[in-house]
């Protein structure tokens, strides 16, 4: 248990359908993140917010849409997708961005699948 | 952009030591990181390094050498647990971590 919850754990959907990704940090923390994860690939960095704010967008296509509504809570709104949008999703948390450590703690993930 | 390198895959015997290296080219440095992933889990953080030299944490330690651009994360004493994922990551910036595709580590009795 490392204090970030996500679900689903597990998703599948149509190319046309819309549905959302949730994710809930217990530590307190002031910043989360939403990475990708595919096989073989390093972690791919798709959002970060700061104290609710977007502070971090790497070129992440439309069709993703991240919501932030207070600092325990992050989504990650889909629609659209493509298959090759098929993978792991991780939410992390953190308390600080830089400093001794700022280290992330990740949830356990949302294993996407587009058909 | 950034570049982080570690070996795919490395194999070892329970009770070995086994060195996972890592080579990083980032346009800033501040901070290096090693997670541990076991299969259909969350990463866990194992080490932070920001200084040069070595870090010991029981029976993992992780080296830097920031002119080098260079990290490895060494285990002692394997367990058949220890066979996981391990990520290493640089932070370049305030926020962002950048990821090595990480090095899956077999364990074997």
């Known amino acids: 248990e490392t204090g970030v919850t996500q679900t689903p754990r597990h998703l599948v959907m149509g190319m046309t359908n819309k549905k959302s990704l949730k994710c809930e940090q217990h530590?307190?923390?002031?910043?989360m993140y939403w990475y990708k994860q595919s096989a073989k690939k390093p972690l791919e960095l798709m959002f970060v917010?700061?104290?609710?704010?977007?502070?971090e967008n790497n070129s992440v296509p439309s069709r993703f849409s991240p919501e932030c509504p207070n600092s325990s809570h992050l989504f990650l709104h889909l629609h659209t997708l493509q298959p090759e949008d098929s993978a792991l999703y991780l939410c992390?948390?953190?308390?600080?961005?830089?400093?001794?450590?700022?280290?992330?703690?990740f949830g356990e993930g949302s294993r996407l699948t587009v058909l | 952009g950034q570049n982080i390198d570690q070996p795919t895959e490395m194999t070892a015997t329970e009770g070995a030591i086994v060195q996972i290296n890592c080579t990083y080219q980032?346009?800033?440095?501040?901070?290096l990181f090693w997670y541990q992933q076991h299969a259909g889990e969350a990463p866990t953080f194992l080490s932070y390094?920001?200084?040069?030299g070595l870090e010991e944490k029981g029976r993992f330690s992780s080296f830097l050498s920031r002119s080098k651009g260079y990290s490895y994360l060494l285990l002692k004493e394997l367990q058949m647990k220890d066979s996981a994922s391990y990520l290493c990551?640089?932070?370049?910036?305030?926020?962002?971590?950048?990821f090595g595709a990480g090095t899956t580590v077999t364990v074997r009795a």
């Open positions: 990551a640089v932070r370049d910036g305030d926020y962002k971590l950048s």
């Open positions: 530590l307190g923390h002031n910043a």
């Open positions: 992390a948390s953190s308390q600080d961005s830089a400093g001794e450590h700022g280290e992330l703690f």
């Open positions: 980032t346009s800033g440095f501040n901070g």
């Open positions: 390094n920001v200084l040069d």
């Open positions: 917010y700061s104290l609710e704010e977007r502070v």
